[in-house]
């Protein structure tokens, strides 16, 4: 037996990993408070003067509301307050996990031409009505975002089998998917209609201010299915960002994890894309707080990253109210002024350690 697992480096190392443990459980439950309470101060922001309190107490017991305050609170901002932090977590999620099979920590659902394949998959269906998944009804919105966010995402995964492909050649490779789907979705705003194109514009800027609890429940249910199904492959995420070749030393079937976790990725970004646009940068902003905080454990990286996300798109909504009374702005103008010069910090991070 080793002697690591005996004697008294064991005490020590038992000890060790409780303290981590535990440090890991209070972190994720102090980033669930403070969320709880941007959720709170979302439905609050605005002209309507509710306090906090108040906003609270008809959240917890909802028959106490006024007339008033059920069209307010539980009709137009809970629904809004509540995308914001599903499709801020699933977005994080999306980008934590692409960071970590593409071992490239430049790597989001938006720089690497997901969302603008989802966007474009979805304009297909709003201009020219094409579904390329027939019989799904009234679901061809998303079902043709999905499936272009998951051609884009294989088609990135064979890139990377290439020989001598290097972090920065697969963001310039997104870069390149980014812009050929913006100009693609420039053709089809060209010839749309007006009310088309108001859809499109929509897309092109994200906006929240369409959030229904229909959408809700279909992103709290894509969320409450992929994230738990991360967690229980936490283990093999994490053996993967030891390199591909230890990962499968230790029994990973790298090729298969990658697939089926860009299946994920791809399914948590076009239904984000699919209801509120596209975003940018938190995909790439959240999962590196949470790396910062947490490192690269996946049991609490995984879920820091998806409450970093989520924290990052409610403070945004909040602000997209706040900037000037009376004028809701788009939350993708938002994060991009956000994320930016984070990503430029980034690139100037890689290239020095790079040189060293």
């Not at 028959?63 to 009709?75: G, M, N, R």
Request: glycine residues 10%; contains cysteine.
């Amino acid at each position: 037996m080793s002697d690591l697992t005996q004697g008294p480096n064991a005490g020590a190392l038992v000890q060790a990993y409780r303290l981590r443990s535990g440090r890991r459980l209070l972190l994720v439950l102090g980033a669930i408070a403070c969320l709880a309470a941007l959720v709170i101060f979302d439905i609050i922001t605005g002209p309507a003067n509710l306090s906090f309190g108040r906003a609270l107490q008809v959240i917890l017991d909802p028959s106490i509301a006024t007339p008033k305050e059920d069209v307010i609170i539980w009709k137009l901002r809970l629904p809004v307050a509540l995308m914001a932090v599903l499709v801020g977590a699933m977005l994080g999620v999306a980008g934590a996990e692409m960071q970590t099979i593409l071992n490239n920590p430049l790597a989001d659902p938006f720089t690497l031409g997901l969302s603008s394949a989802a966007s474009f998959g979805a304009a297909l269906a709003i201009v020219l009505g094409w579904s390329v998944v027939p019989g799904v009804g009234g679901l061809f919105v998303t079902m043709n975002a999905f499936v272009f966010a998951l051609g884009t995402s294989c088609a990135l995964f064979l890139f990377t089998r290439l020989r001598g492909v290097s972090p920065e050649a697969m963001i310039l490779v997104g870069i390149a998917m980014l812009f050929t789907f913006n100009a693609l979705l420039a053709f089809l705003q060209y010839g749309a209609s007006e009310m088309q194109l108001a859809q499109l514009i929509f897309w092109q800027l994200g906006s929240l201010s369409r959030a229904t609890w229909e959408k809700v429940a279909i992103c709290a249910g894509v969320l409450g299915v992929i994230l738990p199904w991360f967690l229980h492959q936490s283990w093999a995420l994490t053996a993967l960002r030891m390199g591909e070749d230890k990962a499968a030393a230790l029994g990973v079937n790298v090729g298969l994890l990658r697939l089926t976790v860009l299946g994920g990725v791809s399914l948590l970004a076009a239904v984000a894309v699919s209801f509120v646009g596209a975003i940018a940068f938190v995909g790439l902003v959240g999962p590196h707080i949470a790396r910062m905080i947490v490192g690269e454990d996946q049991r609490g990286f995984l879920p820091l990253s998806a409450l970093c996300g989520a924290l990052i798109l409610s403070g945004t909504s909040i602000a997209s109210k706040a900037i000037t009374p009376g004028i809701v702005y788009p939350i993708g103008m938002i994060t991009s002024l956000i994320g930016i010069p984070f990503f430029i910090l980034l690139i100037l991070g890689q290239r020095k350690r790079h040189w060293q």
